[in-house]
Nanobody
């Protein structure tokens, strides 16, 4: 069945780095867009970064541009999020998300269970 399993979260000091990974199975990974969402207490879930099916195009929310990098390995069915220069406001549960198609517009239809990222000194 369809599965998205995130890993790599944890506690990091401000200015530090983390790399999140997402192992995908149960669907044709290379045929859909993929993304990373995050949600912190009291806030709505927001789309942080997304990547096209063949990794030619990426898009980021303004607050993480220049600090985060999304990538994918279609041969391994893996999605990644490299997070640098982390700030306390990046603290959230991060979710891997599967796109409905290879296009941006239809959005996402499945999310993983999430991994906690805490940025604190």
């Amino acid at each position: 069945q369809l599965q998205l399993v995130e890993s790599g979260g944890g506690l990091v000091q401000p200015g530090g780095s983390l790399r999140l990974s997402c192992a995908a199975s149960g669907f044709t990974f290379s045929s859909v867009i993929m993304g990373w969402y995050r949600q912190s207490p009291g806030k709505e879930r927001e789309l942080v970064a997304q990547i096209s099916a063949v990794a030619r195009n990426t898009d980021y929310v303004e607050s993480v541009k220049g600090r985060f990098a999304i990538s994918r390995d279609n041969a391994k069915n893996m999605l990644y999020l490299q997070m640098n220069s982390l700030k306390p406001e990046d603290t959230a549960v991060y979710y891997c998300a599967k796109g409905r198609t290879s296009a941006w517009t239809p959005g996402y239809d499945y999310w993983g269970q999430g991994t906690q990222v805490t940025v604190s000194s």
